[in-house]
């Protein structure tokens, strides 16, 4: 017995949807990073589902490189928010703005 195909879809398309409404509706630095990070894992959930489906293992390759670029981009970006907190005092993504004299 095996889930179906559509079972997973909606799983990445709830897990999607979640990160969207983080980004957009949360003002703290570090929700809306890991709401980033959610978005990318259901699309790693999506490339899996297709490869498999499929039969290929072209999914899981991309899967590998979208794991590389999310880890890349974890180290960096907290980097940035640390530096952000150290500078600022908050992670409130209202608050910080750089760009002001």
């Known amino acids: 017995m095996q889930i179906p195909i559509e079972y997973y879809l909606i799983l990445s398309a709830i897990m999607f949807s979640t990160g969207v409404v983080?980004?957009?509706?949360?003002?703290?630095a570090i929700v809306v990073f890991m709401s980033i990070e959610l978005m990318?894992?259901?699309?790693n959930l999506t490339l899996v589902t297709f490869s498999s489906y499929l039969g290929n293992s072209i999914g899981q390759i991309f899967v590998f490189f979208v794991m590389a670029v999310a880890a890349?981009?974890?180290?960096?970006?907290?980097?940035?928010?640390i530096a952000l907190?150290?500078?600022?005092?908050t992670v409130?993504?209202?608050e910080i703005n750089i760009f002001k004299w």
């Not at 990318?40 to 699309?43: D, M, P």
């Open 22 to 28: 983080g980004v957009l509706i949360r003002r703290n």
């Open 40 to 43: 990318l894992n259901s699309a």
């Open 72 to 81: 890349a981009e974890a180290a960096v970006g907290l980097a940035i928010i």
């Open 85 to 89: 907190f150290r500078n600022k005092l």
């Open 92 to 94: 409130n993504i209202d």
